[in-house]
T-cell receptor
């Protein structure tokens, strides 16, 4: 059974700092990995999707990497802003299913002005 | 364009009652998913529809939970004899095999 772990559970940084969120998964047979953002009381917004054949994806100040063989992904946020404060969730699709997402518990990020 | 919508946004009920949660997917999306997110946890898969049929309901926790999608669009998640442990945010998503677009969720509180 696929398990996804996210470290740290919570992170507080001053505005402007670069930061890294970590995600690990137990079954490397994945189709893709996705990073989501969740604001309080809101749904999930997809940030980056990395296919299993890819190593990284970039969107603006966000960069996500994938090392499938070691079961790891990182989300790098450059020059953090207070508006980046949210919970960041990592999810993998795979482990025998090409549609079911398995999520980590998330990292609660607070960027202080 | 319109995203995935879910109603109600909040539902408070008493233990033992029956509840229905509704999901309106993005028009044209044949795939629809339900997830449940308990406090401090990531979303957990409940059920997946492809068209009108439930292709995978392996995530439904027990037979008190049931979901339908009779016309291949709107879906309803039904919970019988609710228990306090059912309290969570129920998320619906629609999309294709690559991408799932999530709704804002229904926060269910069972007193």
């Amino acid at each position: 059974k696929q398990e996804v772990t996210q470290i740290p559970a919570a992170l507080s940084v001053p505005e402007g700092e670069n930061l890294v969120l970590n995600c690990s998964f137990t079954d490397s047979a994945i189709y893709n990995l996705q990073w989501f953002r969740q604001d309080p009381g809101k749904g999930l917004t997809s940030l980056l999707l990395i296919q299993s054949s890819q190593r990284e994806q970039t969107s603006g100040r966000l960069n996500a990497s994938l090392d499938k063989s070691s079961g790891r992904s990182t989300l790098y946020i450059a020059a953090s802003q207070p508006g980046d404060s949210a919970t960041y969730l990592c999810a993998v699709k795979g482990g025998g299913s090409n549609y079911k997402l398995t999520f980590g518990k998330g990292t609660l990020l607070t960027v202080n002005p | 364009g319109a995203g995935v919508s879910q109603t109600p946004s909040n539902k408070v009920t008493e233990k033992g009652k029956y509840v229905e949660l509704r999901c309106d997917p993005i028009s044209g999306h044949t795939a629809l998913y339900w997830y449940r997110q308990s406090l401090g946890q990531g979303p957990e898969f409940l059920i997946y529809f492809q068209g009108t049929g439930a292709a995978d309901d392996s995530g439904l926790p027990n037979d008190r939970f049931f979901a339908v999608r009779p016309e291949g669009s709107v879906s309803t998640l039904k919970i019988q004899r609710t228990e306090r442990g059912d309290s969570a945010v129920y998320l619906c998503a629609s999309g294709n095999l690559d991408t799932q677009y999530f709704g804002p969720g229904t926060r269910l509180t069972v007193l």
